[in-house]
């Protein structure tokens, strides 16, 4: 399991490097990354081979965060970090929802099935 901050658009603005054994583990690193935002340290990096441009966050000398996808351009690679870290500051932790591509969407809890929105 790993997680991934989306925008409003519900397009993917950067996701945790590692994955993680369950719901637990992985709210615990969203938080960990929350908590330290103000500590974190930007790497932005072009791929030497492709040329193209993607970025990490560090925290305490661990990677924390890296970019949903890459990018032509610095600036755009730049502009995506910036948008991560807005949106991180400012973001809900969603609970118990989890994306699977077998099923090709979101699977609910069973406490929220059935439930009337």
């Known amino acids: 399991m790993t997680w ?5 658009n519900n397009h993917a603005l ?14 615990a690193a969203v938080r960990r990354l929350r908590d330290g935002l103000d500590r974190a340290v930007p790497h932005v990096t072009m791929a030497a081979t492709t040329g193209v441009w993607s970025w990490q966050l560090a925290l305490d000398e661990r990677c924390v965060a890296v970019a949903a996808r ?3 351009r610095q ?4 502009h995506s970090l910036q948008l991560f870290l807005t949106a991180a500051a400012e973001g809900q932790l969603a609970a ?3 994306y699977t591509r077998r099923l090709r969407g979101l699977r609910l809890p069973d406490a929220v099935k059935g ?3």
């Open 75 to 78: 600036r755009e690679c730049r």
């Open 4 to 8: 991934r901050l989306v925008g409003a």
């Open 14 to 27: 950067g996701r945790g490097p590692d994955h993680h054994g369950g719901h637990a583990a992985c709210s």
């Open 96 to 98: 118990n929802v989890t």
């Open 70 to 72: 890459t990018f032509r």
């Open 115 to 117: 439930t009337a929105l």
